[in-house]
């Protein structure tokens, strides 16, 4: 049987790599259905909140800005912040989840993630082969990516645009596009090479001529997009609004060290007013305590632990001695 699924993997051009399939679906201990519901509403919530901290940042926030923009481009992070995209949140999302004796804890949150076609491949094979048990079905990944499309463009022609960067992952997004195509839109899977553009907008050479695209799924992270071929011509038409990017244009969304900030105490005040109880609870749970490294003599992270009685009011961090009194700084 191991055998079989190897060969049916490899005919759909996966499994380049020695890999190790069960034979059937694996439950794992405290993941279930109702769980990864709860987790999915609650990303969502994050990085809907994440994003308006970036974009309007509190009075005394201003340094979540200067963490997540290190190391990119200012024109990037400029086109991010254009009014045309205000709204744009990434919408496949996938969480890292660690299994531990206490339950699952979240290492990473990826929102350019690989695997739909990996998963859509395996749902597939396994119900060939008789077993159920596959949360969303054999076909639910498929169903789910279809309506993410259609929640940013309802009538799409879609392009899943593929980097040289991202090249191993091509066969389980080829498979991907063939599935979009056979049920639901035209859709199909390319290199950046083979995006053409005229005064209309962005097309590609199909079997039948050109094939108008209204919305690209980018496969590639955004810190490589000075190597991507044609990314200028992308961001220009998408600027125009002739064409949907997603996952959008925001890298601060895509920096690992937004992770970072869910736990540090200024911002608590933040993402209880910003995010429902349930995800700030189910959050709390998953992640880690997490520190971004900063050099600095002191850091934004910086703390006052225990908190410093001032008048009726306490001081937790380094921003509250501004303001007091001469009076109220002898403590």
């Not at 008789?130 to 259609?150: D, N, S």
């Not at 991202?166 to 995006?195: K, Q």
């Amino acid at each position: 049987m191991f055998r079989n699924f190897f060969y049916a993997l490899k005919a759909e051009g996966l499994f380049e790599r020695q890999f190790r399939v069960s034979p059937f679906p694996v439950s794992l201990p405290g993941i279930d259905q109702s769980f990864l519901d709860r987790l999915g509403s609650a990303l969502l919530d994050f990085y809907r909140a994440l994003d308006l901290l970036y974009r309007d940042p509190p009075p005394g926030h201003e340094f979540v800005r200067f963490y997540l923009d290190r190391g990119k481009p200012a024109d990037l992070l400029a086109l991010g912040l254009a009014r045309r995209f205000r709204q744009d949140l990434p919408r496949l999302l996938r969480p890292d989840l660690l299994l531990t004796p206490d339950g699952p804890v979240l290492t990473e949150m990826d929102s350019v993630p690989g695997g739909p076609g990996l998963l859509l491949a395996l749902s597939r094979i396994y119900r060939d082969a008789g077993q159920g048990g596959m949360i969303g079905g054999p076909e639910g990944i498929l169903e789910g990516f279809a309506a993410m499309i259609r929640s940013q463009e309802p009538d799409p022609v879609l392009a899943i645009v593929v980097s040289d960067e991202s090249e191993e992952y091509r066969g389980e997004m080829n498979l991907l596009a063939s599935g979009l195509s056979m049920a639901h839109f035209p859709t199909v899977c390319i290199h950046p090479r083979e995006l053409h553009f005229d005064e209309e907008g962005l097309f590609v050479q199909a079997k039948n001529g050109p094939l108008r695209l209204n919305i690209l799924y980018r496969f590639f992270e955004l810190f490589d997009l000075p190597n991507i071929p044609k990314a200028e011509m992308m961001l220009y038409f998408a600027k125009g609004g002739k064409v949907r990017i997603t996952p959008p244009l925001k890298p601060w969304l895509e920096e690992k060290a937004g992770m970072a900030l869910w736990h540090h105490p200024v911002l608590r005040p933040f993402w209880i007013r910003e995010m429902t109880e349930e995800a700030r609870e189910l959050l709390d749970d998953l992640i880690p305590q997490t520190w971004i490294l900063d050099p600095s003599p002191i850091p934004f992270s910086a703390t006052l632990s225990p908190p410093v009685p001032v008048g009726d009011r306490f001081l937790r961090d380094f921003s509250g001695l501004f303001g007091l009194t001469q009076k109220e700084r002898r403590f």
